[in-house]
């Protein structure tokens, strides 16, 4: 049985439809379709759309929710803007390009910047926080019932895509859900360190609450993901 699956997009509280792929019935029941599509031929078609994402949303913020559905689908998010740090949205081609990186990286959610800090009144962040979507994970696609998530809902599993993920960053196949992985990646790339030896030394599943700025000239503390930059092992100097 084969069913089509709508992308249904919801930008800017206007819902559409964008694009549909052909996909199979997992069960007698027709709720629930794997699209027929290899896997690199959606990440191909992803990627397309981060060229064409600026010419259809001019705001940063609704640029931003489409590069989380690009990498959902597997695909690059280029010059889409995928965080904020001191104020600017930054792509993963700007963070890539940045020499001047400090040797730790906060990863702040959107939600405790709009929730937590907004109470504070007027704040500041540091320079080495980057706000992005790092504790959720949006879904377009409902399939796996064994996936252990946060909220009562299955995450999306594409075709090709690692099984068993959680919604928890730093576990199994983050790099493929939310932006905080490609903040992670974008980050690794200009420190030159490779990404498998970043995540091996540091402790991405837990957050901790660390000092991130000031407001009303006091620090305040937000919980976080810390990120180190790793340090060349004895064998590899020299």
């Known amino acids: 049985m084969y069913l089509l699956i709508a992308a249904i997009v919801i930008i800017g ?3 559409f439809v964008r694009q549909s792929l052909v996909g199979r019935a997992l069960r007698a029941s ?36 489409c590069a989380q559905f690009i990498r959902l689908c597997g695909g690059k998010t280029r010059a889409l803007p995928i965080c904020l740090n001191q104020g600017l949205w930054l792509s993963a081609q ?3 390009g940045k020499s001047d990186l400090p040797d730790e990286i906060l990863l702040i959610d959107f939600f405790s910047v709009d929730v937590k800090a907004q109470m504070l009144g007027e704040y500041n962040l540091n320079a080495n926080v980057f706000v992005t979507n790092c504790s959720s994970i949006v879904c377009i696609l409902q399939e796996n019932p064994g996936v252990r998530t946060y909220s009562t809902g299955h995450i999306s599993l594409w075709p090709g895509a690692p099984e068993g993920i959680s919604a928890v960053f730093g576990d199994q196949g983050y790099r ?21 030896d970043c995540v ?7 957050e901790t609450e660390l000092p991130v700025g000031s407001a009303n000239e006091k620090e305040f503390r937000l919980d976080c993901i810390r990120i180190k930059r790793p340090r060349p092992s004895i064998g590899s100097q020299g």
């Open 13 to 15: 509280k206007k819902p």
């Open 30 to 65: 027709r709720d629930v379709a794997r699209p027929l599509v290899d896997r690199s031929v959606l990440k191909a078609w992803a990627e397309e759309q981060a060229d064409l994402v600026p010419k259809l949303w001019s705001t940063a913020h609704s640029q931003m929710l």
């Open 94 to 96: 700007q963070i890539e």
């Open 176 to 196: 493929y859900l939310n932006l905080g992985g490609a903040v992670l990646e974008a980050v690794c790339d200009a420190w030159g360190v490779s990404l498998e």
């Open 200 to 206: 091996a030394k540091n402790e991405l599943k837990r």
